[in-house]
């Protein structure tokens, strides 16, 4: 469903708290993962060329996104269409953002599901693993 997640940010000195709508993971799905999750931090960096003598390389922004990989088992074909419902119609194929409680800390965060595999789903008797590779939006 959708709620609020207040967030505040920091311009010119000045702070503004702001709540933002968000779409959160469906209370009908786990949450809690089957195996460890894995946590893979994305490039930050850019490399450039230059005229004159070796290239740069500079990070990119202090704003980290973390790769997180995790497992979690459906165990009836109603879950199986609410994910698939979730993604493929709430989140657009997962274009947007949805807010969850991050596996291993427990906070609230806002993921995305990779654009390039975001899931893989398998039969296991008569469940369902539901393997996701999200992004921690920083």
Same mark, same amino acid.
């Given at each position: 469903g959708q709620g609020r997640?207040?967030?505040s940010?920091?311009? !010119?000195? /000045?702070?503004?708290?702001?709540?933002v709508f968000t779409t959160w993971w469906p209370g009908s799905?786990?949450?809690c993962r089957l195996r460890g999750v894995q946590r893979t931090p994305l490039s930050n960096t850019i490399a450039f060329g230059t005229e004159v003598g070796p290239g740069k390389t500079r990070r990119r922004s202090t704003a980290r996104v973390k790769r997180v990989t995790m497992s979690v088992k459906l165990e009836t074909v !109603?879950? /199986?269409?609410?994910?698939?419902?979730?993604?493929e119609d709430t989140l657009k194929d997962g274009a947007l953002t949805f807010?969850?409680?991050?596996?291993?800390?427990?906070?609230?965060?806002?993921?995305?599901f990779d654009q390039q595999a975001p899931y893989t789903l398998s039969e296991q008797g008569t469940a369902y693993i539901l393997a996701m590779n999200l992004d921690r939006q920083p």
């Open positions: 997640l207040s967030r940010w920091h311009f !010119a000195g /000045v702070e503004a708290n702001m709540t799905l786990p949450q !109603a879950q /199986v269409a609410t994910f698939e419902s979730f993604f807010a969850m409680n991050d596996p291993t800390d427990r906070s609230t965060q806002t993921w995305r």
